[in-house]
């Protein structure tokens, strides 16, 4: 008898707010293709402009256009998820806690992708050269944003964390 008073509260649902539901359903759709169509053009253009600029290396480029790629998906959901009853202001206070939780328990790694951006921007040294970076002599072959690559005099491949290699002279 429970399980038939259970169903007949669901009918009851469906036939009192089921059309409501549906049109905020196929609305929050239509949020989430049409946002996506701009999204991808919106971080088309941004490639575009980005490569266009002489100062901008491909690193960067791609660490941007996918930053933003993704806080344009958060927002877009943000936008849609309302449409289905969702609040979202317990989700949006649980990513400030979550943020800093993830912020200072990767406080070295974010230390690495800050000083990986800033040595991709300003460029004190370029693939190829030769260098002394944080106790080590060799020659740059690849700068990314966690951790510079060289290989030493003694053909040694090394990789430095870009902490190191911008935070020392």
């Keep these: ?24 359903l196929v609305i929050f759709f239509l949020i989430l293709i ?11 253009v941004a490639r575009m402009m980005l490569a266009k600029s002489k100062r901008v290396s491909p690193e960067v480029e791609r660490f941007a256009t ?7 998906w958060v927002i877009l959901l943000m936008v849609a998820l309302p449409r ?19 912020g200072f328990a990767f406080q070295e790694s974010l230390g690495n992708l800050a000083a990986g951006l800033m040595i991709i921007l300003n460029q004190p040294f370029k693939i190829g050269d030769f260098v002394e970076a944080a106790g080590h002599k060799g020659v740059i072959k690849e700068v990314n944003m966690m951790a510079v690559t060289m290989t030493t005099v003694d053909n040694k491949k090394v990789m430095l964390p870009n902490r190191k290699v911008w935070g020392e002279a």
């Design 1 to 24: 008898m429970d399980e038939l008073a259970w169903v007949q509260k669901g009918k009851e649902w469906l036939v009192t707010n089921g059309p409501d539901f549906l049109a905020n």
């Design 66 to 72: 996918n930053v933003l790629r993704k806080v344009l």
């Design 34 to 44: 049409v946002g996506a169509f701009v999204i991808k053009a919106l971080s088309k």
């Design 84 to 102: 289905l009853g969702v609040d979202i202001a317990p989700l949006i206070a649980g990513l400030g806690v979550t943020g800093f939780i993830i």
